[in-house]
T-cell receptor, first 112, second 114 residues
Framework: GENVEQHPSTLSVQEGDSAVIKCTYS??????FPWYKQELGKRPQLIID?????GEKKDQRIAVTLNKTAKHFSLHITETQPEDSAVYFC???????????FGSGTKLNVKP | DGGITQSPKYLFRKEGQNVTLSCEQN?????MYWYRQDPGQGLRLIYY???????QKGDIAEGYSVSREKKESFPLTVTSAQKNPTAFYLC?????????????FGSGTRLTVV
């Protein structure tokens, strides 16, 4: 099956700086890659996603890039704010059916 | 809240007890899932269901059971065979066909063995 690795496990940045979280996947047939944000004690929320026919997608301060050849994708957050502090999960959709494999999460801390 | 409801929010289990976690959705989604979340390990799939009366084991199904008698409901039973059940349990749903969609998650149930 699919294996998703996520780095770093923790990330601390100063407010206003950029943050980058990276994920790799093993199954070249995976074709959909969502990112989730989970605030403490709350449910994960989808923040951005990318499909395999696209190399980059932006939504205001967040962007995701995908390199299919290298089988990695990254989340970029610019102009970070304290409310960006949360755990971020990447995921890859398996070949059959709508089943996702998740990375182990990155705890982002934005210091004011 | 978000169309998918999990209950209870907190649950305490004694040794040897079976407990059932509820998950209900009103999103008309065909597919439903149960994940377990432990610190530092991300989300691990327990069971999933593509359609009513059908479900499949995920990566860590041992000690768990599910049913899918209605489209809206996908309860998870944590049996006494699950030796380390203390965790945060998340239910999710999605359309099962068509374009790719991310999951919609419930708010979770925190299970503790006492």
């Amino acid at each position: 099956g699919e294996n998703v690795e996520q780095h770093p496990s923790t990330l601390s940045v100063q407010e206003g700086d950029s943050a980058v979280i990276k994920c790799t996947y093993s199954d070249s047939a995976s074709n959909y890659f969502p990112w989730y944000k989970q605030e403490l004690g709350k449910r994960p929320q989808l923040i951005i996603d990318i499909r395999s026919n696209v190399g980059e997608k932006k939504d205001q301060r967040i962007a995701v890039t995908l390199n299919k050849t290298a089988k990695h994708f990254s989340l970029h957050i610019t102009e970070t704010q304290p409310e960006d502090s949360a755990v971020y999960f990447c995921a890859a959709k398996g070949y059959n059916f709508n089943k996702f494999y998740f990375g182990s999460g990155t705890k982002l801390n934005v210091k004011p | 809240d978000g169309g998918i409801t999990q209950s209870p929010k907190y649950l305490f289990r004694k040794e040897g007890q079976n407990v059932t976690l509820s998950c209900e959705q009103n999103l008309n989604h065909d597919a439903m899932y149960w994940y377990r979340q432990d610190p530092g390990q991300g989300l691990r799939l327990i069971y999933y269901s593509q359609i009513v009366n059908d479900f499949q084991k995920g990566d860590i199904a041992e000690g768990y059971s599910v049913s899918r008698e209605k489209k809206e409901s996908f309860p998870l039973t944590v049996t006494s065979a699950q030796k380390n059940p203390t965790a945060f349990y998340l239910c999710a749903s999605s359309p099962s066909t068509g374009e790719d969609y991310g999951y919609t998650f419930g708010s979770g149930t925190r299970l503790t063995v006492v």
